[in-house]
Every structure is written in C-alpha cells, then in structure tokens.
C-alpha cells in the first residue's frame, strides 16, 4: 500500500528492524544510556537546549502534558484555533478547568499577528498561548516565529506552547530561536517511528510555572520525569522500549539525510504536490500562502463523492489517502508527505487520484 495519510506514516525498513529488538531492563545502565542518547538527538531536532521529557502516549497526551504540567484551573489561557487540532487543544485545557478565550481564524486561514496583538492586548490575565504550528486537519502552516515575537511583546511572561506534532522534524521550527516555551511532538508523523511516543520540551520559563500549577497530574507529571532522569538516567514507569528502539534509528536517520535537507524535501515535495495539484485542476483548501510542506488538504470538487474516490483509489490503485475530521467531512481530502517520503511516491499517489477522477466523473 502506499500509506499517504498524515500519520501514521510509514516507517523506513531500519527502523521496523530495530523495533525487533530483544528487551532489556528498563532499570539498567544499558536504557540509561540509550535514553541519553535519545534525548540528545531529540534537541537536535527540536533546536533546543531545553530539557525533553518523552511520554508513552499519542501525541493528544503530549498535549494534556503541555496543559497540566504548567497550569491551574481557573487559569486565563488564549487558544489560538485554525482547525480542528486546535480545537483540541483548546478543549483539553477546557476539561482541565482553565478560563480559555479562543482566537479562531476561519479554517484554511492562518492567524492574522495582528488579531494575536489585540486579543492579547485586551487581557492582561492571559497566562498561557496555544498555537498549532501545523494545522493538520486543515493543511495550514502558522507564522510561528511571528506569533511568538507577538507574545513576547505583548505579554512577555506568558508561556507560548505549541503543538509542533505534524511539522517538528518536518518543517523549521527552531525552538529556542523563536524562544517557545513548551514544543510537543510525537512519533508517529515526521519522525518515522511508529505511534506511541509523545516528547514534549520544557523551557526555564515554563519549570517556572510547574511549580506554581495545581492541575492535577501524575502519569503526565514531567516534573516526576525530570527527577528521575536527573536520579538515574531512567523512566519513571516502564517505557515502550520497542519504540525507543526505533525512535533512536529514526533520529540517526534525520541526522544522516542532515536536518537542514529533511527541511528541504519536505518544501520540495510540498511545491511539488501543489503544482499536480493545479495540473489536475484541484484546489487546495488552504489559503496557498499559507501551504504546509507536511500535509495537503484538498478541496473535494463539487458533485464528486468524497468517500468513493478515497475507496476506489485504495481498491484499484493501493493508494491510501486521508478524508477530514468533524465539518470538513466530505469537503476535504489530505495527503501526507512528512517523514519517510520521496516524491516519486507522491506523484504516485497522485497520478492515481486523477484517474480515480477521470473513472469517476462528477455527478453534476
Ligand atoms: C496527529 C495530530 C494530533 C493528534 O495526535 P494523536 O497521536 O492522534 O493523539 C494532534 N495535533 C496535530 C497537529 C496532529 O497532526
């Protein structure tokens, strides 16, 4: 199959090996070392000097981490939504109990700085910024370095947090540089390792709000995390040892191809994928100046049946794309190409949905 969904995404042949490892104690020198070497490679790629914590769980779980770890219920928190990821975010500091104030943007649209500056302005009790670096269900790329000058001017205490889950290792997103305060990723999409891991990266500013927060957390307490490592090099809890195993030769993977060079495939692959996107006469769903280079999200045109075309492709050509969540459901289709990918798999992919097309000509 040739699996062209926003993650999973497929895994280069090195690291389904590694993942067949024999267990080793997760209590020994042994993990102790591999976790450190884990953890280097991680900064590499999240362009920081910040401490890294790294949660079995999927990326949603690295994103409640981003929340109970560094507020209190009651808290003002500003979510910045473009989409339905943001949503998310913004719903689970919500069911945690913070006072959040939403800046939504119509969906295909990034966030205007200057829309950031008022609703920031207008409330000095903001604590906390949400931000979708890479809108997903959307296929929009954020002003990151941007939006963060914009907190920083505006409210220079308050923590910026960001969902980097479908751009980091994809897209740059130099941490430290556009000085973010909490970075969340998980394995599953541009960093080649098969679902289950979420890293989440903790700046001196946000430890800082660790210990003033109360939202209640234990599995999810990074603090716990930090101590242990501190202590002994280890986890906490026992960590899915199989996916650190593969995480480590995913990052040797990234690191041999060069960050900078997994950055440019990836703008490549994204100009690439808008130009047959054109020649086929598609429209994307997102404003073209705000593209991502990780995730398209196509337009589905009119009269056309969303779903059929998704499983024609998959049964005559073996091409797996993705549909949309919640209301763009039948609107959108997405196609991923983060992480493992080569162009000649998208155009693929591609050229197959214009045949799908040609078979199945509009209805009106
Ligand atoms: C995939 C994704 C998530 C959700 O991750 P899960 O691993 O499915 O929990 C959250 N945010 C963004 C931007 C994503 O692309």
């Known amino acids: 199959m040739?699996?062209?969904?926003?993650?999973?995404?497929?895994?280069?042949?090195?690291?389904l090996k590694a993942q067949s490892r024999q267990m080793i104690s997760h209590r020994d020198q042994e993990f102790a070392e591999l976790f450190a070497r884990l953890r280097q490679d991680l900064g590499h790629v999240f362009q920081t000097?910040?401490?890294?914590?790294?949660?079995?769980?999927?990326?949603?779980?690295?994103?409640?981490?981003?929340?109970?770890?560094?507020?209190?219920?009651?808290?003002?928190?500003?979510?910045?939504?473009?989409?339905?990821?943001?949503?998310?975010?913004?719903?689970?500091?919500?069911?945690?109990?913070?006072?959040?104030?939403?800046?939504?943007?119509?969906w295909g649209q990034a966030t205007?700085?200057?829309?950031?500056?008022?609703?920031?302005?207008?409330?000095?009790?903001?604590?906390?910024?949400?931000?979708?670096?890479?809108?997903?269900?959307?296929?929009?790329?954020?002003?990151?370095?941007?939006?963060?000058?914009?907190v920083r001017k505006v409210r220079p205490e308050a923590l910026v947090i960001v969902d980097a889950i479908s751009s980091l290792s994809s897209l740059p997103?130099?941490?430290?540089?556009?000085?973010i305060d909490v970075v969340i990723a998980c394995s599953q999409k541009g960093?080649?390792?098969?679902?289950?891991?979420?890293?989440?990266?903790?700046?001196?500013?946000?430890?800082?709000?660790?210990?003033?927060?109360?939202?209640?957390?234990?599995?999810?307490?990074?603090?716990?995390?930090?101590?242990?490592?501190?202590?002994?090099?280890?986890?906490?809890?026992t960590p899915a040892l199989s996916l650190f195993y593969a995480l480590e030769v995913a990052l040797g993977l990234i690191k041999e191809e060069g960050l900078e060079a997994v950055f440019q495939r990836h703008r490549q692959i994204g100009e690439f994928v808008r130009g047959r996107l054109e020649a086929l006469d598609l429209k994307l769903f997102a404003d073209p100046r705000y593209a991502s280079n990780s995730v398209t999200a196509i337009s589905v045109p009119e009269?056309?049946?969303?779903?059929?075309?998704?499983?024609?492709?998959?049964?005559?050509?073996?091409?797996?794309?993705?549909?949309a969540p919640g209301k763009l459901r039948g609107k959108v289709w997405r196609i991923g190409h983060m992480g493992y990918v080569s162009q000649a798999e998208v155009a693929e992919a591609l050229d197959a949905l214009g045949k799908v097309l040609k078979d199945i000509p509009p209805s009106r």
């Open 2 to 15: 040739n699996l062209r969904i926003p993650g999973p995404t497929p895994l280069p042949p090195e690291v």
């Open 49 to 106: 000097r910040n401490d890294i914590l790294v949660l079995v769980a999927s990326g949603t779980g690295g994103l409640e981490a981003g929340i109970v770890n560094f507020l209190s219920a009651g808290e003002r928190v500003l979510a910045v939504t473009i989409g339905s990821f943001g949503e998310r975010f913004r719903d689970i500091a919500r069911s945690h109990g913070a006072e959040v104030i939403e800046l939504a943007s119509e």
């Open 112 to 150: 205007d700085a200057e829309s950031l500056r008022k609703a920031l302005s207008a409330d000095p009790e903001i604590k906390a910024v949400l931000i979708t670096h890479n809108e997903t269900s959307t296929g929009v790329t954020q002003d990151l370095g941007l939006l963060s000058q914009v």
């Open 173 to 179: 997103l130099p941490a430290d540089d556009w000085d």
């Open 191 to 237: 960093l080649m390792t098969p679902p289950g891991l979420a890293m989440v990266s903790v700046s001196r500013r946000a430890w800082e709000a660790y210990a003033r927060a109360r939202m209640p957390r234990f599995y999810m307490d990074l603090g716990k995390l930090k101590k242990q490592i501190e202590t002994d090099g280890t986890h906490p809890f």
């Open 303 to 323: 009269g056309v049946e969303a779903g059929k075309v998704l499983k024609v492709l998959r049964e005559k050509y073996g091409v797996v794309l993705s549909g």
